[in-house]
């Protein structure tokens, strides 16, 4: 049922430049991203229609491939209601289990949730073209005894700005997290004096180094603004000086 929507919602795009569109979206969810407890027997995301007529809401996982088709992502995790028709104003509880199956204990695990709202079609509008509408949000799965606080974890990213690798190529500033915790940015710059160059919204896993690529050079001195969501969904602001390369991982 997944796939074969999905592959009408392709022909709809298709179609989009001939009709009139409709993009209202009714789909409501409390928070923008989930943490998932080892400890815990299921995550409870809350759901809602805000809108006047009933919706169709598709609900899976993926491993960070949007394009990859659902019905063939194999996730540790079920949901309790992949398929639902919700009402008008109606609210539920979409719950989210793990299977036991073997992940990384010694750091978080990144999944994405998809969410598709499929509106329904009114009589008398039938010359009008309904869009679906998606969502996509991060669910990270948490071991047991993590170490560090995932709050201080944003702070303790070492920045450093390294020089192009070869002609033709961009110089990039290099985010190292050692820490067993995504940092998941809504705002990056890296500022010179009143120059900022914005970086996007990357979200940097654990225990890697992510390169950044500057659409310009930047000097030695260059500051990193940044904003980070919490496990609260709260942001907090901090800025981080780029310093000289640091050592190899262990």
Known sequence: MIRRCLHRCGLALGLSLALPASVDAALNVVGSRFIYPAQSEALSIRIGNGGQRPILVQAWLDRGD?????????????????????????????????????????????????????????????????????????????????????????????????????????????????????????????????????????????????PLPLPKPARAGARVHYEVVDDQGRIEVGVASTGPPVAEHP
């Open 66 to 210: 949007g394009s990859a088709d659902p019905s063939t992502v194999q996730v540790p995790f079920v949901l309790s209601r992949p398929l639902s028709r919700v009402e008008p104003q109606e609210k539920y509880a979409l719950q989210l289990r793990y299977t036991g199956e073997p992940l990384p204990d010694d750091r978080e695990s990144l999944f994405w949730l998809n969410l598709l709202e499929v509106p329904s079609r009114d009589e008398g509008r039938d010359n009008l073209l309904l869009l679906s509408y998606r969502l996509r949000m991060k669910v990270l799965f948490r071991p047991r005894g993590l170490p560090g606080d995932p709050r201080a974890a944003a702070g303790q990213v070492a920045w450093r700005l390294l020089p192009a690798a070869s002609p033709g190529k961009l110089a990039v500033l290099e985010a190292d997290n050692r820490s067993p915790y995504h940092v998941s940015l809504t705002r990056l710059e890296l500022r010179e004096g009143d120059v900022a160059i914005a970086l996007g919204h990357p979200t940097l896993p654990p225990f890697s180094r992510t």
